[in-house]
């Protein structure tokens, strides 16, 4: 499965992003869809997850201003970023696996996207 992630930027706190993932190759409906980022200086953190029948998960730090959503006709999982912060500044990465839907671990998923640079100015 290949993940092609785009939508990231510069914005001002409080602002919005929506960043998307378009997946390739492989049988979309498989597999739970998660977003991660990574601050410099820092390890790679779960943000949020969707599984195949559409039940969400978030971090705590995210609850309530990301919303994460998955297209199965397109093939493409979204992740609405609104009221962001300074601290949201990170590369976010959209990955696929087949754990249960809570699980944050780094180490349960298949595939990873490339992914894309997000920047918060405060």
């Known amino acids: 499965v290949q993940l092609q992630a785009s939508g990231g930027g510069l914005v001002q706190a409080g602002g919005s992003l929506r960043l998307s993932c378009v997946a390739s190759g492989g049988t979309f409906t498989r597999y739970r869809m998660v977003w991660f980022r990574q601050a410099p200086g820092k390890e790679r953190e779960f943000v949020a997850a969707i599984n195949r029948g559409g039940s969400r998960y978030y971090t705590s730090d995210v609850k309530g201003r990301f919303t994460i959503s998955r297209d199965n006709a397109k093939n493409t999982v979204t992740l609405q970023m609104n009221s962001l912060k300074y601290e949201d500044t990170a590369v976010y990465y959209c990955?696929?696996?087949?754990?249960?839907?809570?699980?944050?671990?780094?180490?349960?998923?298949?595939?990873w996207g490339q992914g894309t640079q997000v920047t918060v100015s405060s």
């Open positions: 990955a696929a696996d087949g754990a249960a839907l809570g699980t944050t671990a780094v180490g349960a998923v298949y595939y």
